[in-house]
């Protein structure tokens, strides 16, 4: 229900941008073709420059261009639906019974270890003792 609302409300952004009255007073009967309009390199550079916040040239150039994917010089809906919702970057695999294993026994390692290194400093100190004891 909610994915739904969102989708009307950027296709009703992107026809005010384009500068289209979202539901013109004279075709209410006809259906609105959102594929047919687009924003031209100049709009968009309008729009940008005012906003309230400054925004540089290379940055309005760079966000265009990323934008614009077959580089025809406008944005079509389909291009400005990139833009506002750009692809999420992929999913690292997910770890398999396989990897729990391998990380298991390296953990059991790194214990073992520890444990070996907790006991060579315990028995040099009793061979010290023991030669000072065998000295006097």
Same mark, same amino acid.
């Given at each position: 229900?909610?994915?739904?609302?969102?989708?009307?409300?950027?296709?009703?952004m992107f026809k005010i941008l384009c500068g289209t009255e979202?539901?013109?007073?004279?075709?209410?009967a006809k259906k609105y073709k959102i594929n047919d309009n687009y924003i031209m390199k100049q709009d968009f550079r309008h729009m940008m420059i005012n906003?309230?916040?400054e925004v540089s040239e290379?940055? #309005?150039?760079?966000?265009?261009?990323?934008?614009?994917?077959?580089?025809?010089?406008?944005?079509?809906y389909k291009e400005f639906q990139t833009m #506002?919702?750009?692809?999420l970057p992929p999913e690292p695999p997910k770890p398999t019974l396989n990897d729990f294993r391998i990380?298991? *026994? !390296?953990?059991q390692l790194n214990l073992e270890n520890q &444990? !070996?290194? &907790?006991?060579?400093?315990? !028995?040099?100190?009793? &061979? &010290? !003792? *023991?030669?000072?004891?065998?000295?006097?």
């Open positions: 229900f909610r994915e739904e609302d969102e989708e009307v409300f950027r296709q009703n979202p539901f013109p007073e004279l075709f209410r906003l309230p916040v290379e940055d #309005i150039e760079e966000m265009f261009d990323y934008a614009d994917r077959n580089k025809d010089g406008k944005i079509s #506002i919702n750009p692809q990380s298991l *026994s !390296q953990h &444990q !070996q290194q &907790q006991q060579q400093p315990q !028995q040099t100190t009793q &061979q &010290q !003792q *023991s030669l000072t004891l065998s000295v006097t």
